[in-house]
């Protein structure tokens, strides 16, 4: 059997100091995950609260480390929550509609459809909004991407129709809001 740091090059021994303290500006996250901590078990008692700090700690270090996340760095997540909650409700909105005609070409078999593999382009500039979109696509009943490549999404659709804007769809436009 292979020691771990052959099976995963440069995780195991990095070439990098090992800094086991949070970077400066993630106290507001540790304190804010102690506080999850604390609401999610429902009482106080000095276990729960030493065996929280250490879990915290631990928490905020892989989110800080692995990630490469960082709070202070992060700020728009917080700014983007209200433009979340809206892409939330189209989200649905479109789940909604697309289940109906879904169910319309499976009730309605004299339906002529006519599936199609289409590709499509669309310019976001981050990679959590590409991949928002690509997982909103295939959460769409009759589409699923296929293949996201930079901004080209190859698309599966039940019906060529249900392809016909999406690059100027209400998703879109939300993601590139909550881009600037």
């Known amino acids: 059997m292979r020691a771990p740091s052959s099976l995963f090059p440069g995780v195991f021994h990095s070439k990098m100091p090992m800094n086991l303290t949070a970077p400066e500006g993630d106290e507001c ?31 905020l270090l892989a989110m800080t480390r692995l990630t ?43 339906q002529r459809n006519e599936p199609a593999m289409v590709k499509v382009r669309i310019p976001l500039k981050e990679d959590w ?12 009943p009759g589409t699923i991407t296929a293949d996201v490549d930079g901004d080209v999404y190859t698309i599966h ?4 129709t249900m392809a016909d804007g999406i690059a100027e769809s209400r998703f879109v436009k939300l993601l590139r809001k909550m881009e600037d």
């Open 29 to 59: 996250m540790a304190i804010l995950l102690f506080l999850l901590w604390i609401i999610l078990n429902g009482k106080i008692t000095l276990e729960i609260v030493l065996f929280g700090i250490v879990l915290d700690a631990l928490v």
């Open 157 to 160: 659709c039940l019906d060529r």
């Open 68 to 110: 490469n996340f960082r709070p202070k760095l992060d700020g728009r997540s917080l700014r983007n929550l209200p433009l979340m909650g809206v892409y939330f409700c189209v989200l649905l909105w479109e789940i909604l509609k697309a289940n109906f005609k879904v169910f319309g070409i499976v009730l309605n078999p004299r």
């Open 129 to 140: 909004c590409r991949m928002l979109l690509a997982n909103s696509i295939t959460l769409t």
